[in-house]
């Protein structure tokens, strides 16, 4: 066989794989999300998806949407976006990009800027009309941030963990 195989999968396609992979680990019912954050060689420097804080349980807190239902898990889920700079524990983000599966919201938008990322690549917008996405939007432009939605030529991908026979 001569030449390189067929099929594979972008650098984008790749690194959003990795950020779904990670939203895999959230324990959150209704919303899984996962980010990976990538430096100017390719390189993954760190990873999150949204859940609670270390130290507070999954069966403390509540995972409640509905605030006529009691506490929501609002005031205490940490986004996927914010987890990954965390876990970067003091490393550079300057001109990284950060690669997540919905468009980051107000709060991490700030998170983001203030971390030197420079590009936010995203698979879904479907919050575009909110008051906090848009805030994100205006904040991002403003402070020079690229965002592109990112079109992937899969409609998905398989892991198969019995690749040993």
């Known amino acids: 066989m001569s030449g390189k195989r067929d099929g594979y999968i972008s650098w984008d396609e790749y690194f959003m794989g990795v950020a779904l992979l990670a939203a895999e680990r959230s324990k959150d019912p209704s919303t899984q999300v996962g980010a990976c954050i990538v430096d100017s060689d390719r390189t993954i420097l760190s990873t999150g998806y949204n859940g609670f804080p270390k130290g507070c349980g ?8 509905d605030e006529s239902s009691g506490e929501t ?4 889920v940490v986004h996927a976006e914010l987890n990954a700079i965390l876990n970067c524990q003091g490393k550079s983000l300057k001109g990284a990009k950060i690669y997540v599966g919905l468009f980051p919201c ?10 030197g990322i420079s590009e936010v690549v995203y698979l879904s917008d479907k919050y575009a009309d909110t008051p906090a996405t848009q805030a994100s939007k205006r904040m991002l432009a403003s402070a020079g941030v690229k965002t592109s939605q990112l079109k992937p030529t899969k409609a998905e ?9």
């Open 157 to 165: 991908l398989v892991l198969n963990f019995n690749i040993v026979k």
């Open 73 to 76: 898990k609002y005031p205490f």
């Open 106 to 115: 107000n709060e991490c938008t700030k998170a983001i800027i203030q971390s």
């Open 58 to 65: 999954d069966d403390e807190y509540p995972w409640n949407r």
